[in-house]
């Protein structure tokens, strides 16, 4: 008997777990949900990310259930229900997981691993996330150190990618055999509390009634209606323009593989597959860099302050652009990647604030939030990290809008009160903005230079 458990990998099909299960367990076993306190906060309950995250919980118990299969949801610390499951099932002799490289997991999974081994059982965390391999491309680059330029990683990870790439798998949750029925006691102790079962609630509402799209769906969409014209559109944020499948790769709705797959030979995929590159590569630096996640330790930011960060997280900054970006960030939890760029650089250079505030908002409020990718973008806007934006190179917000789009609409769109200004005037910044666009600029210019001299 074997004990598996979901975390960011929110699907029933191309999991490597399921390939090893049914090549090395003939018995059933218990799938298990864990809904993590330190994950579900009464705050992230009702922001976009939390919302976004019950959903394709939902969503998944649906597909379970359609299967004719059952997946068991508890709440509680994730080694306290481990140790409780393997002592209530004596023929458990496998806990089997999908890696995961955030500080927070790392720290969660050592727990879990001492609580197996404690029990005496087999602990086997899978790779699963990264689209290749990252330990045996690590070994097939035969590097003294890891890359911290995306560059030669992308080439050596193209080079990977043709010679070793391993595809898909095909077993699903109907080719195994999972456990109907829970331990009572374990089932007691660990319950969903009230206000989590309604926010679950909810979530399967949304999913029920179409407002939550398919995951496998909208993949097939992408890759037939607007893949050959990536490309060309991906910056048009008034057009949609992104493929919009973040947040379904980021839960783990879909795998990695199985959107790589269906690109393959298309016309403009080797653009969008770029873009699975660069998750790879930041994946790669969670895994092999351990300031990844404290770079905010190693340099002096105190030339930074939040004065401004309270009117650009509720879009009051006085340039359009950013209010508009914020304002459908806001109330849609959406955001296109060109303007997560254009809003983070202008936080944390032209508002002189420290990223980590900006990482912080776009954890709660990103229906797409994935930890390791979200810093990596604030990394790179702030230039810090490897192979981050250089610090004299400051995106200009109203060049951007004027560039990507010159109409206004977008504009238009989020910022209704606006609406009535020509084409020309509706980018530039209104005469309450908080800075000049141009000055802020040359000081960010002149703080970072220090900051990171």
């Known amino acids: 008997m074997y004990l598996f458990t979901h975390r960011k990998d929110l699907r029933i099909t191309d999991l490597r777990a399921f390939d090893y299960i049914i090549r090395n367990h003939k018995d059933p076993g218990l799938h298990l949900l864990i809904l993590d306190p330190a994950l579900t906060t009464k705050e992230r309950l009702t922001a976009h990310s939390g919302r976004s995250f019950l959903t394709h919980a939902a969503q998944l118990i649906a597909q379970y259930a359609d299967a004719g299969q059952t997946l068991h949801l508890l709440y509680g610390q994730p080694a306290d229900i481990t140790a409780a499951l393997l002592g209530a099932y004596p023929a458990i002799d496998e806990v089997i997981v999908h890696a995961d490289y955030t500080p927070y997991a790392r720290q969660r999974d050592e727990q879990l691993q001492q609580a197996t081994r404690h029990a005496g059982r087999k602990w086997l965390p899978l790779a699963d996330a990264p689209l290749a391999d990252l330990e045996e491309f690590h070994t097939f680059a035969r590097r003294s150190e890891p890359y911290k330029v995306f560059t030669p990683f992308h080439r050596m990870w193209s080079t990977y990618m043709q010679q070793h790439y391993a595809p898909a798998g095909r077993t699903t949750v109907r080719d195994l055999h999972t456990v109907g029925s829970l331990d009572s006691g374990v089932a007691a102790r660990f319950a969903l509390p009230p206000a989590i079962a309604a926010a679950l609630a909810e979530g399967a509402e949304r999913a029920a009634a179409g407002a939550a799209p398919e995951a496998q769906g909208e993949l097939s969409r992408f890759v037939r209606e607007r893949l050959s014209a990536y490309g060309e559109r991906r910056d048009d944020y008034a057009a949609a323009g992104t493929s919009g499948l973040a947040r379904f790769l980021n839960a783990g709705a879909i795998s990695a593989r199985e959107a790589y797959e269906s690109a393959q030979g298309s016309y403009g995929a080797d653009t969008w597959i770029r873009q699975l590159a660069w998750r790879d590569f930041y994946l790669y630096q969670a895994m092999f860099h351990e300031n990844f996640f404290r770079y905010e330790h190693l340099v002096d930011q105190s030339p930074l302050s939040d004065r401004h960060f309270e009117a650009w997280a509720t879009a009051q900054t006085g340039v359009p652009i950013i209010d508009a970006a914020m304002t459908q960030l806001l109330q849609t939890g959406e ?14 250079k032209n508002l002189l604030c420290p990223f980590t505030l900006g990482e912080q908002h776009f954890r709660l409020h990103l229906s797409d939030y994935d930890n390791t990718l979200n810093r990596g973008g604030w990394l790179w806007s702030s230039s810090l990290g490897y ?11 109203v060049t951007q809008s004027q560039t990507h789009n010159p109409s206004g609409d977008y504009i238009r769109r989020w910022l209704p009160e606006l609406a009535h200004q020509s084409d ?5 910044p209104e005469p309450h903005a908080i800075v000049d666009v ?16």
């Open 387 to 397: 192979d981050a934006a250089p610090y004299f190179r400051i995106m200009n917000p």
């Open 438 to 453: 141009k000055a802020s600029r040359a000081r960010a210019i002149e703080v970072y230079k220090t900051i990171l001299a």
């Open 335 to 348: 955001l296109p990647n060109r303007l997560r760029m254009v809003t983070a650089m202008f936080l944390t």
């Open 424 to 428: 020309r005037d509706i980018h530039l």
